[in-house]
C-alpha cells in the first residue's frame, strides 16, 4: 500500500534568518511559500514548473533530506518534524526513495553492487541482497547487465538501475526529480513507462518534478507550481 502524504502551508526560506538581528539585511530565498496538497495511497502526481519554482525543495521536504521552515508534513498521519533522528533515517532508507535526474549511481559499483546496497545498510544478508537485486534488474528489463558498471550502460539503462535500487527496500513514496530530465524522449517514455507499471502493481504512491509538460502527462494528476506556490 502507498503513503497517503499532506503538506499543510508548507514554507521553506533558504538562507537569511541566521543571527545578527539587522533586520534590515538581505532576507533569504523563499522557495516554498505555503504549499497545502494532499498525496492519494497510490496516486502518481506530477510537479510541474519551471526551473527554479521550487520542485526539488518540495521533494527534499517529502523525503526528509531537507525540514519544512514553516508548515508540516504528515506521512501516514506521522509529523515528519515528530521523527528522532534515527527515524528520519529509517524513513529515508524504507518509506520514501527518491530517483534523480543524474542517476546518482556509484561509479565504482556494477548495477548489482549498486541495488544491493540500500539492502545491505538496512542489515540484510549479502546473499539475499545479491538475489533481490538480480531480480529487480530483471524486473526492469536488465537481466544479463547485473556485473556492468555505470559507465557501461546507456543513460535509459543507467535510470533503470536506479528505479531499481529505488524499489529495494520496498517504499511506500518514490520521488522523481526530472527523472527524464537527462533523456531522449523515447528513452525518457519508456523510463517512466516501466516506473508506472511498477508502481501501480506494487500500489506506490509516486510524485515525479518535471518541467515537461509531456512528462507530467503520464502523471495521472498534474499539480502546477510557479514561484513557490501551487496554482489552482
Ligand atoms: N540550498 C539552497 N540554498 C539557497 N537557495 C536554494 C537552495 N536550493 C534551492 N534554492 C533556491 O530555491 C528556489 C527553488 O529551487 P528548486 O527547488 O531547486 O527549484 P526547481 O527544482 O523547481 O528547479 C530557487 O530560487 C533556488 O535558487
Ligand atoms: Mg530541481
Request: contains cysteine.
Amino acid at each position: 500500500m502507498g503513503a497517503r502524504v499532506t503538506a499543510d502551508s508548507v514554507s521553506k526560506s533558504y538562507g537569511g534568518g541566521g543571527g545578527g538581528g539587522d533586520e534590515s539585511r538581505a532576507a533569504g530565498v523563499d522557495a516554498l511559500a505555503g504549499i497545502s496538497l494532499t498525496l492519494e495511497p497510490g496516486s502518481f502526481t506530477a510537479l510541474l514548473g519551471p526551473s527554479g519554482c521550487g520542485k526539488s525543495t518540495l521533494l527534499n521536504l517529502l523525503g526528509a533530506l531537507d525540514r519544512p521552515t514553516g508548515g508540516r508534513i504528515l506521512v501516514d498521519g506521522r509529523d515528519l518534524a515528530t521523527l528522532g533522528e534515527d527515524e528520519r533515517d529509517a524513513y529515508r532508507r524504507k518509506t520514501a526513495a527518491t530517483i534523480f535526474q543524474f542517476f546518482n549511481l556509484l561509479p565504482t559499483m556494477n548495477a548489482l553492487e549498486n541495488v544491493a546496497l540500500p539492502l545491505l545498510l538496512d542489515g540484510a544478508a549479502p546473499a539475499e541482497a545479491d538475489a533481490r537485486a538480480a531480480s529487480l534488474l530483471a524486473e526492469v528489463g536488465l537481466h544479463g547487465k547485473e556485473r556492468a558498471y555505470p559507465y557501461e550502460l546507456s543513460g535509459g539503462q543507467m535510470q533503470r538501475v536506479a528505479v531499481a535500487r529505488a524499489l529495494a527496500n520496498r517504499p511506500t513514496l518514490l520521488l522523481a526529480d526530472e527523472p527524464t530530465g537527462n533523456l531522449d524522449s523515447k528513452t525518457g517514455t519508456q523510463v517512466l513507462d516501466l516506473v508506472s507499471g511498477l508502481v501501480q502493481e506494487r500500489g506506490i504512491t509516486v510524485v515525479m518534478a518535471t518541467h515537461s509538460v509531456e512528462a507530467s502527462a503520464r502523471a495521472s494528476r498534474v499539480v502546477r507550481l510557479l514561484d513557490g506556490q501551487l496554482l489552482p
